[in-house]
């Protein structure tokens, strides 16, 4: 493993709040389906309904897809292995 000028801060299991983002995207898009459709058209609607229902559906369900958010800082020139991150 390279030596990094990273260390990890935060690192959260977020499938939860993706999953609620998703699924509320969704009722957003099918609450504007005929704006959206006379727009964009009815393939392109299909797909990201698809794609965001889909992706509410593995989040939520059995956790089959995983969301996590990383936060790193800087180490100030001092490589991860000084940290003890190896």
């Known amino acids: 493993v390279d030596a990094s000028d990273f260390e990890v801060q935060t690192l ?8 609620l983002t ?4 969704a009722r957003r898009l099918e609450s ?9 058209g009815d ?5 990201f309904h698809l794609y965001l229902s889909a ?3 593995d989040l939520g369900s059995d956790g089959s ?3 996590y958010r ?8 001092k490589p ?3 940290l003890g991150l190896d």
């Open 22 to 25: 998703a699924q509320e995207w």
């Open 12 to 19: 959260v299991n977020d499938r939860h709040s993706y999953f």
């Open 65 to 67: 897809l995983e969301a």
């Open 43 to 47: 393939r392109l609607y299909r797909l």
């Open 55 to 57: 992706t509410a559906f």
């Open 80 to 82: 991860s292995h000084w």
């Open 32 to 40: 504007n389906r005929t704006a959206l459709t006379s727009q964009y």
């Open 70 to 77: 990383m936060v790193l800082r800087r180490t100030r020139g």
